[in-house]
Structures are given as structure tokens and as C-alpha cells.
């Protein structure tokens, strides 16, 4: 039976997109073992809460210790999901372990989310260490927000509409505004949103793939290559837009009593003079 194993397991993206995933996955009939790693202990009855069938939640560090408790359940046909954030320092290291310990084949595979690194001198280390490691036709790099429901629908309404693909283009399209709202706060990422900012969490990936998806040519094929190669034609070219258009700001010093809740009272934030 296939494994699948989340690090990261007792993070805010396990438990509110992964494992609800998951649970789906099983109730239409997938079966596989799915195993979460985290630092963190959770409690059973948030582990039942998963809803999972089939399912280990497994607490240690990300080291030979921790990670040698995999070795009791797994094989190395297993996808492995790093839910967490991407310093290539814990991700080099898991993978070199887990290595070690042969549970990784030609067979596993590696889902990373984005953030992918934290620029692109770090991006370019991760892919060139998968690279040496002969992992790299075994590496998936995820955003989660292309799973939504209406980014997806952009796909269908741009190239397989056939009003709107021959109305998508200048002559009838003045401009484009992207606008991404959240009805929820930061709640428990804290310690994660500190550390990667906006820019990272939002602009470099979540917005700038919609940008992509409303602005590229329609594709020769709607296979991988050929659809990922429109979108970098959209970011070869030379637009303003990444350097003097976009507005950056934080809140000013000031009396914010007014706000019943502000960013630094969130859980882990570092407050800074």
C-alpha cells in the first residue's frame, strides 16, 4: 500500500488543507498509510479530528533520532509532503537522512511547497543539491492556492470558452487588478509569517501565478512543459510592474488602540524595536 508522510503534520496547512484532502481521498475509495512528523505533540482527540483512516501521527525532531522512527512504518515508495517552510538547511537534511536510512528510491517522491527557498540564490541551491542527489524528475514544487476552485475555473474561462479567448486581449481589456483578501488572520503561523513576510507568503508565488494564468498565450498543449513555458514568457519580459508599481507598507508608530487586534499581538511574533 502506497505511504504518504507530511512533516509539518501539526501546522495550520496539514490540518485545515492536507488532511481534509486526505480524508477525501480515502472517501472515495484511495487507500493508502499516511503518517504525520512534526516537533510538536498534538493530543488524540485532535488526531481523531483528522478524520483519517489508516493514519500514525509521529512526534520528534528533524533529525537521525526523530526521523529513524519512520524507518518502523515505511518503505521507500512513499510521497513525501514538506509542509513547512523552506529553509534548505531542514530540507537538505531530511532528505540526506531519510537517504540514509533508504527510504528514498527511485519510487518516492518529493512534494515541496512554496515558498520555494527565500530568494533565488537559495531556490537555485535546493534545485542544485535534488540535482546532484538525482532527485530532481522526483521533485513536485506545489502552491496550494492553484487548487482553488476559482483559479482553477481561470483555465477554462480564458482557453476552452471560445467568447472569452478571442476577447482576452488589449484591445478590449483596459486593465487588470488582482486583489487578494483573507477573512482569517495569521492565527497560528506566526513564528512562519515573521520570518517569510508577505512578499514571500503572497506576491512571489500566490499572486504572481495568477497573473500568469490572466495574462499568458494560450498554450500549444495543456501538458507541463508546454503550459509552464507561456507563464515564463509572461515573467522573461521586462515590466515595470516588479520594480516602481507595487506599494509596500507597514503600519506606522501611532496611537492603534482603535484596533481590537493588531499583527504583533498574534501567536510567535517577534516584536522588534
Avoid at 488543507?17 to 512534526?38: D, E, M, T, V, W
Avoid at 482527540?45 to 520528534?60: A, D
Avoid at 530540507?91 to 528510491?105: D, E, G, Q, R, V
Wanted: net charge positive; hydrophobic share 40%.
Amino acid at each position: 500500500m502506497k505511504n504518504f508522510v507530511i512533516f509539518g503534520a501539526s501546522g495550520d496547512l496539514a490540518k485545515n488543507y492536507l488532511f481534509p484532502a486526505l480524508k477525501n481521498l480515502q472517501a472515495s475509495g484511495h487507500q493508502f498509510n499516511c503518517y504525520g512528523f512534526a516537533r510538536s505533540n498534538l493530543d488524540q482527540s485532535v488526531i481523531n479530528n483528522f478524520g483519517l483512516t489508516n493514519f500514525t501521527y509521529i512526534s520528534g525532531q528533524y533529525d537521525l533520532t526523530g526521523l529513524s522512527q519512520l524507518s518502523s512504518y515505511i518503505t521507500s515508495d512513499t510521497i513525501y509532503y514538506f509542509a513547512l517552510p523552506t529553509e534548505i538547511n531542514l530540507i537538505k537534511n531530511i532528505i540526506t537522512i531519510l537517504s540514509s536510512l533508504s527510504l528514498i528510491s527511485s519510487k518516492t517522491k518529493l512534494v515541496i511547497e512554496k515558498p520555494f527557498g527565500s530568494n533565488y540564490s537559495t531556490a537555485k541551491k535546493l534545485m542544485d543539491f535534488f540535482d546532484q542527489k538525482n532527485l530532481t524528475q522526483s521533485v513536485f514544487l506545489v502552491d496550494h492556492y492553484l487548487t482553488k476552485n476559482l483559479v482553477k475555473n481561470i483555465i477554462s474561462l480564458r482557453f476552452a470558452n471560445p467568447i472569452f479567448s478571442h476577447l482576452w486581449n488589449k484591445k478590449y481589456i483596459k486593465e487588470i487588478n488582482i486583489t487578494a483578501t483573507e477573512t482569517q488572520g495569521i492565527n497560528n503561523r506566526g513564528n512562519y509569517y515573521d520570518q517569510t513576510g508577505a512578499i514571500r507568503d503572497m506576491v512571489q508565488n500566490h499572486l504572481l501565478q495568477l497573473l500568469a494564468l490572466i495574462t499568458m498565450d494560450s498554450p500549444l498543449s495543456f501538458n507541463y512543459s508546454d503550459f509552464v513555458a507561456k507563464k515564463v514568457d509572461i515573467f522573461s519580459q521586462n515590466y515595470s510592474f516588479f520594480a516602481s508599481s507595487w506599494s509596500i507598507s507597514k503600519l506606522p508608530s501611532g496611537n492603534w488602540s482603535r484596533f481590537s487586534f493588531s499583527y504583533r499581538n498574534f501567536c510567535q511574533i517577534k516584536v522588534k524595536n
